[in-house]
């Protein structure tokens, strides 16, 4: 059984929750991670090591299942969506470059659902 590697800087334990054919959500398992970090390239690299199972945005690892370095596993079960959020100050504080960042994002995001 491979070990896991926890794709996010918090507690000892966690669980990894995926969506079912059915759109239930379905927990894999309470997992003690054996790396623990909020640093996307780190776990893409722990893998690519070796050293365990990560979950993390498919976009991160493209090109390595692209070239055969990582391959996707559970494949008919997708992750549950992902909250972002935005600490920014009132509107006519923010600078335009932040706002049209802000806008696009949301673009992105909505397209991507």
């Not at 759109?23 to 070796?50: D, K, Y």
């Not at 993390?56 to 692209?66: D, I, K, L, N, Y």
């Not at 923010?94 to 992105?108: N, Q």
Request: a positive charge; hydrophobic letters at 45%.
């Amino acid at each position: 059984m491979p070990e896991f590697l926890l794709a996010s800087a918090g507690g000892l334990v966690c669980d990894w929750t995926f969506v079912a054919n059915d759109s239930a959500e379905v927990s894999l398992a309470t997992l003690a991670p054996r790396l623990r970090s909020s640093n996307t390239n780190l776990w893409r690299q722990a893998a690519i090591a070796g050293l365990g199972v990560v979950r993390m945005p498919a976009f991160f690892g493209e090109q390595e299942v692209s070239s055969g370095q990582l391959q996707r596993l559970l494949v008919n079960y997708p992750c549950t969506s992902l909250a972002i959020y935005a600490l920014v100050p009132a509107k006519r504080l923010m600078p335009k470059k932040a706002r049209l960042f802000l806008d696009e994002l949301e673009r992105h995001v909505k397209r991507s659902a």
